[in-house]
């Protein structure tokens, strides 16, 4: 949700949002300082110059001015398609130049189930889900809700895993993924080795699951996050 500011104040420092008080802390904090995925703020990005009727090129040169260092238009460019992180200190500042707050929260589509257990088809379904997304997402990340416990005790019932690459199966050897069968079948699994170079073996955590023999397996994910139920 995009909520516009009532004022705009020249001191950046003293802009009252939810979106300063989050940067505030990320800042604070060693481990997600220069992590947190700003360019899922995007799509804010483009609303608030359409709103505010700023050019990336005028963006740029107020940022350069309040933040006194160079900040071209090929870095908004970035910015605007996604390919380029924006420091705390530039989104409080774009909130002041713009008038325009940023999201309190950033989500990534919640795709479908994944099956550890129970067979799940079909994980994009079309749906509008959503969930609050990891600090330190990719560009591309998505996530997706496991349904059974062959994974348990690493993956319970309900428990949100997160990924943003589809690779071959050949790279994720011995690793979990969530993967999708040739039938259409969506599982997170451990890949191993099949009977030849065309198939995987599915393995579980949970010992009361047998293996998944020789399956063919049209693209693997590794996880990213996990989320715990």
Known sequence: ?????????????NIATNASDIVANMENDSLTRNSYAFYMLSEWLQTALNDSGV???ELAR?????????????AVNKM?????TISGEELLAIEAITGTTAPKEIHVPLKGKVGAGAAVFAIDDGG???????ADARHGTVAVQVSGDSMFPAYEDGTILYYSRLLPPSELVNKRAVVQLGDGRIFVKIVRPGADTATWTLTSINGQYADMMDQVVEWAAPIDWIKPR
């Open 62 to 74: 107020l940022l350069t001015e309040r933040l006194a260092r160079s900040i071209d238009r090929a």
């Open 80 to 84: 605007l398609k996604g390919s380029r």
């Open 1 to 13: 949700m995009i909520v516009r500011a009532g004022s705009i104040s020249p001191n950046v420092a």
């Open 55 to 57: 050019s990336q090129s």
């Open 128 to 134: 509008d889900d959503t969930v609050e997304a990891p």
